[in-house]
């Protein structure tokens, strides 16, 4: 089934990006969002095109020299790497520190392979939101002071999310062209991871993506995704 896909880290779904090096794909999540303190200090990875949720994995496939160095760095103090969103104009200033985003989501390494020739290839899975305050150039890649953003659903908003899974199945499987009868989403997927891995995953462009992990909780990113997707939807194609 296509969520399954989406909780492991089938090779066959790995693609490079021909900008980045990073390879965007699918990966197992094994804790819940927003159970981590982050260190106030913590490596970050900037992508034009790739955004990471809580408790949602994501395959990367490192070369660049800094960012070697920041694998190798981060192996060694805590695993933990932040994903952020390059802003619109990094192309200018690739190589140097061009804007990010302030909100990313940090990510531990569950999986690492060491290549022969110094590249990686890893697995982060998501753990939880922060924003970048700040920024410590004492490295040649990017270091970010950062404010923890957790995600904790209460018992009131985890029965609107339940409430809500059955139409955001029906628009997600619409959106991927999926057919046929009986459920199309493992029913023991938790209705958060749900929700995440479909913003993760669905064909959505960057800046869309990254409007959905703004959001302030799994349920306003839940009624966001099923606002673009009915949008989507009814618009002419």
């Known amino acids: 089934m296509w969520m399954v896909g989406l909780l492991s880290v089938p090779s066959a779904m790995w693609a490079q990006s021909a900008t980045t090096g990073a390879i965007a794909g699918s990966g ?3 804790a819940g969002p927003g159970s981590l303190v982050l260190p106030p200090t913590i490596p970050i990875f900037p ?12 395959p990367l496939h490192i070369f660049e020299p800094r960012y070697r160095a920041m694998v190798a ?7 933990i790497i932040g994903m952020v969103l390059l802003q619109p104009g990094w192309e200018a200033d690739y ?4 804007p990010v985003y302030p909100i990313g989501c940090a990510g531990l390494i569950t999986h690492v392979e060491r290549l022969p020739d110094g590249r990686f290839n890893i697995v982060l899975r998501g753990l939880a939101k922060f924003r970048v305050t700040g920024e410590d150039q004492s490295r040649p890649y990017r270091l970010a002071h950062v404010d923890a953003m957790p995600e ?18 029906v628009l997600a499987a619409a959106s991927i062209g999926r057919s046929g009868s009986g459920p199309r989403f493992p029913p023991e997927i938790p209705d958060e ?14 800046i869309e993506r990254q409007d959905l992990l703004e959001r302030q909780g799994v349920l306003s990113r839940s009624h966001a ?3 673009l997707l009915e949008r989507r939807a009814v618009a002419p194609r």
């Open 47 to 58: 992508l034009p095109d790739g955004v990471l949720f809580p408790n949602v994995s994501l």
């Open 28 to 30: 197992a999540a094994q």
């Open 225 to 227: 995704l099923v606002e």
């Open 95 to 98: 190589e140097g520190r061009p």
């Open 152 to 169: 904790l659903p209460d018992d009131e908003e985890k029965a609107a999310l339940r409430k809500e899974r059955q139409r955001l199945e």
């Open 193 to 206: 991871d749900l929700v995440n891995a479909l913003a993760q995953y669905l064909e959505l462009d960057p």
């Open 73 to 79: 760095d981060a192996l060694q103090s805590g695993e």
